[in-house]
């Protein structure tokens, strides 16, 4: 069993949403697995409708990437516009950044109208590993201004950003005052509570074993009951597992790692990141960091594709850190901890709907805190007969990695290895 204490967010959880285990047998609207923000989100809008609503998590509330992540509320998707145009036309391109901008204002106002303590900052810094990115980033905010009238970002010469952040290590930087930072298990569990308040009865410690679609509904069964509903939400993301193999092959479950320091002092933690900002910079397997309310560093850096975590979580992010911040060399890190995300092939999140009543909302491939809480609002409007903001994200293909379920891991890989050579490497 995981250590918790390795965990700063689970060390400072400001609540607790204690749940049942599921037993019996239940008939409902709509059944929801995973019990991260994907699933809370849902349940949380459709109870709210006044939809009956049963959520079964096999761990804890938060226990994936919703309660291990870096915190960051980012805009846009993984891919820039100028690439979604290409690939989708100029409508549909802009519709994937209204959807987007919708996400973030979707974080903001819950945490506003229910005065969610997660301690939110606005302001997330994207900066360039590579002289070409920064180019690129120049390109796109003048891009974001100009065409889209989106107004909140702006360009950061390298001069200005070396006054903004301690490191040598980047060329410039976009800077969104419309994004920002939070305390990601707080907020997950705030939701939690408030799906409850609307009437939704979460269940802990209650997996899913068997998904059976009948001419009566969908049956869910878990070790201990049963379930039938006329709607089924997939919200599980890099939990997945073998419960519904038609969509399993959609998505790469890969792990992701975070240290946190010992804490700075507010002035060191200001000399770090003037600005208290979050910052994600552009290398295929990104660096993304931030300070804490109590002034430690939160750095998260390198991936693995295994079943398996590092021995030593802080000695294998460590060397990330400190390539980024060498003035930081044998800071002592206190806690060090991983989880779980799915990625997709092209890194666009894969939503589908299968027979009308089967919803899927999964690949957020790093996105998922302002993307995932939006998921569960869309579903539930496409369970209400309102299928257009979710089907925009359906309509977006997804491509099943090669090899399918077991094999794709190869080929992965093998791809990031590519990468991994090319963000050392390249210009």
């Keep these: 069993m995981e250590d918790i204490r390795h965990q ?13 285990t599921f037993s019996g047998q239940q008939q409902v609207d709509v059944c929801i697995v995973g019990g991260g923000l994907t699933g ?3 349940a949380l809008h459709c109870a709210t409708r006044g939809l009956s609503c049963v959520l079964l998590e096999a761990e804890t509330l938060g226990f994936g990437a919703s309660g291990r992540n870096g915190g960051q509320v980012s805009p846009g998707q993984r891919l820039d516009q100028t690439t979604l145009e290409a690939k989708v036309g100029h409508e549909p391109a802009g519709k994937l950044w209204q959807l987007a901008l919708d996400s973030i204002d979707l974080v903001r106002n819950l945490i506003d109208r229910h005065q969610i303590d997660c301690d939110f900052v606005p302001g997330v810094l994207h900066t360039a590993f590579k002289s070409s990115h920064a180019k690129e980033m120049r390109d796109n905010v003048r891009k974001l201004n100009e065409e889209y009238g989106y107004h909140d970002t702006r360009y950061i010469e390298r001069d200005e950003l070396s006054q903004m952040l301690a490191s040598p290590r980047y060329h410039g930087a976009e800077l969104d005052m419309r994004a920002g930072h939070l305390h990601p298990l707080n907020f997950t569990l705030a939701l939690a509570e408030l799906a409850q308040q609307a009437g939704a009865s979460l269940y802990e410690r209650s997996r899913a074993t068997k998904v059976t679609s009948t001419k009566q509904g969908i049956r869910i069964d878990t070790a201990d009951g049963q379930l039938m509903a006329s709607k089924l939400v997939l919200g599980c993301n ?19 790692f975070i240290v946190a320091s010992r804490p700075l002092g507010e002035n060191t933690a200001r000399q770090l990141i003037r600005d208290n900002v979050a910052v994600a910079d552009s290398k295929f397997v990104i660096n993304y960091f931030r300070t804490t309310p109590d002034h430690r560093l939160l750095f998260g850096g390198g991936e693995n594709y295994s079943s398996r975590f590092p021995d030593d979580i802080r000695t294998f992010v460590r060397p990330y850190l400190e390539e980024i911040f060498p003035q930081l060399q044998g800071i002592e890190l206190e806690y060090g901890w991983g989880g779980t995300l799915a990625i997709t092939l092209n890194r666009m999140p894969h939503f589908q709907c299968l027979d009308n009543r089967i919803y899927v909302a999964q690949g957020y491939s790093g996105h998922g805190v302002a993307l995932a809480t939006l998921a569960g609002k869309l579903i539930d409007q496409a369970i209400a007969g309102q299928p257009d903001d979710f089907n925009a994200l359906a309509r977006y293909p997804t491509p099943t990695f090669p090899g399918g379920t077991w094999l794709r891991y190869p ?11 090319r963000d050392k490497f390249g210009n």
Aim: proline share 7%; glycine share 10%.
């Design 411 to 421: 080929g992965l890989v093998a791809g990031m290895l590519y990468y991994a050579l």
């Design 40 to 42: 809370l989100s849902t």
């Design 238 to 256: 890099g939990y997945l597992g073998d419960l519904f193999p038609k969509v399993a092959g959609k998505i790469m479950p890969i792990n992701n």
């Design 8 to 20: 700063y967010y689970q060390q400072t959880v400001n609540k607790q949403v204690n749940c049942p």
